[in-house]
C-alpha cells in the first residue's frame, strides 16, 4: 500500500501557483527524458490516473491491478537494458500479490532485464514473475540459467525481454565454461538485437550479455578472473562487437580488480544500489571505445517513486535495478570508419 496523502482544502490556490509550478514540472520533465527516467516516471503517473476514484477512505491508493493496465509506453529510438538482484526470489516472494505486482511494474520498463539470485527448485516463481508481467498486454520472454552453486543454496540466472522489441539471437546463451571451478557460479551469456533501426541504412543495435553473481567471501578471485571470462566471450562471440557485463558484483565501482584493468572498461553506475543507500554493488560494464551506442545509464530507486516504507521495499528486494539506455542503432566502434557487418545468428 502506498502512503497516506494529504488532503488538500478547495481554496483556489492554483490561481497563484500554478505558472510557476508549470516551469517546475517542465524542468522535471526535462530531467527525466535526459537521463531515461521518463518512461519509468510516466508508468507511474498512469497507474496514478487509473487509480483515481480507487482510494480507501483514509486515503491511501490500492496497489496497481496490472491487469488492468495497458502495454508500458516506450520510446522508439532507445532500448533500455536493465541488471536486477530479486534477492531471494522463489515461492514465498512469488505467492506476495504485492511484491509480484510491483516487480512486474518494475521490468515492464525494460527491455532486457538481466535477473540475479532466483531459489526456486521449481521454474514455477519465474514462470508467475513472466505471467504477471504480460498481464498488462506486454509480451515478454524470459530463458533460464542451469541451478547453479557449490552448496544446497543454488541459484539461476534470468533474462526477461520484450519480444516486441527485441530478439534473441537464436544458439546464443550458455554457461561460461568453468572446468576448474574459480567461480561459485558460472556467468550466463545471451545475445539480442533490436528489432528494429531507426536512421536508413543502419543496422539494428546487437549485444551480447554477461549475467554475473559474485561469492561475497571470493570476489578478489572472481573479479580476476571475470577479466578473463569478459576477453574469452568476446573472443568467442567473434562476430560481435557489443558486449555488457552485469549483475551484483558485490564491490564498488573502484574495486573492480583485473576485470577493471581491461582498457576502455566502465561500470556506468555511480550511485548506490542498495535500499540501505550505503553501496554501490550492481553494474553494468561496457568497453566504452566500442559500445559506442550507449547513452546513459542509472538507478531505479523504487523505493521513493512507488512511495514505499523501507519495510515494503526490502520485501521486494534488499537491492535497487540498475539500467543503461543504447542507441537502437548500430555503431562503429570509436575510429573505425565503417560499420561491421549484420551479426550472423549463431
Not at 145 to 162: H, I, P
Not at 190 to 202: E, T
Request: aromatic letters at 8%; one cysteine or more.
Amino acid at each position: 500500500m502506498a502512503r497516506k496523502r494529504p488532503k488538500f482544502t478547495a481554496i483556489p490556490f492554483g490561481r497563484f501557483v500554478g505558472p510557476p509550478l508549470s516551469i517546475v514540472l517542465l524542468i522535471v520533465a526535462g530531467y527525466a527524458a535526459l537521463t531515461g527516467r521518463l518512461g519509468f516516471v510516466m508508468s507511474l503517473l498512469n497507474r496514478d490516473l487509473a487509480n483515481i476514484g480507487e482510494q480507501t477512505e483514509t486515503g491511501q491508493t490500492e496497489i496497481l491491478n496490472t491487469s488492468a493496465a495497458g502495454p508500458t509506453i516506450k520510446s522508439p529510438d532507445v532500448l533500455r537494458v536493465a541488471t536486477f538482484n530479486i534477492e531471494i526470489f522463489g515461492k514465498a516472494k512469488s505467492e506476495n500479490p504485492e511484491v509480484m505486482n510491483y516487480l512486474a511494474l518494475i521490468l515492464r520498463q525494460f527491455d532486457v532485464i538481466a535477473v540475479q539470485e532466483i531459489r526456486s527448485a521449481e521454474r514455477t516463481p519465474v514462470d508467475a514473475l513472466l505471467q504477471r508481467i504480460n498481464a498488462s498486454g506486454d509480451q515478454y520472454q524470459v530463458v533460464l540459467s542451469e541451478r547453479l552453486g557449490r552448496t544446497d543454496s543454488k541459484e539461476q540466472y534470468a533474462y526477461f525481454w520484450d519480444a516486441t522489441r527485441v530478439d534473441l539471437i537464436q544458439g546464443s546463451v550458455y554457461l561460461v565454461n568453468d572446468e576448474q571451478d574459480f567461480m561459485h557460479r558460472e556467468p550466463f551469456v545471451a545475445s539480442f538485437r533490436s528489432r528494429r533501426s531507426a536512421a536508413p541504412g543502419s543496422q539494428p543495435f546487437s549485444f551480447t550479455m554477461i549475467n554475473v553473481h559474485t561469492d561475497p567471501d571470493e570476489t578478489t578471485q572472481e573479479l580476476n578472473v571475470l577479466d578473463d571470462v569478459f576477453q574469452s566471450v568476446r573472443a568467442y562471440e567473434f562476430s560481435e562487437d557489443d558486449f555488457i557485463l552485469v549483475g551484483d558484483l558485490n564491490v564498488e565501482s573502484n574495486e573492480l580488480g583485473e576485470l577493471g584493468m581491461i582498457h576502455a572498461i566502465e561500470s556506468l553506475n555511480r550511485e548506490k544500489t542498495n535500499t540501505a543507500g550505503s553501496r554501490c554493488i550492481d553494474h553494468i560494464i561496457i568497453d566504452r571505445s566500442v559500445t559506442t551506442e550507449w547513452m546513459s545509464a542509472g538507478v531505479i530507486h523504487y523505493e521513493r517513486d512507488l512511495q514505499l516504507t523501507r519495510e515494503q521495499a526490502d520485501l521486494i528486494s534488499d537491492h535497487r535495478p540498475v539500467w543503461a539506455a543504447f542507441d537502437i542503432n548500430e555503431h562503429a566502434p570509436r575510429g573505425v570508419l565503417a560499420s561491421r557487418p549484420t551479426t550472423a545468428a549463431r
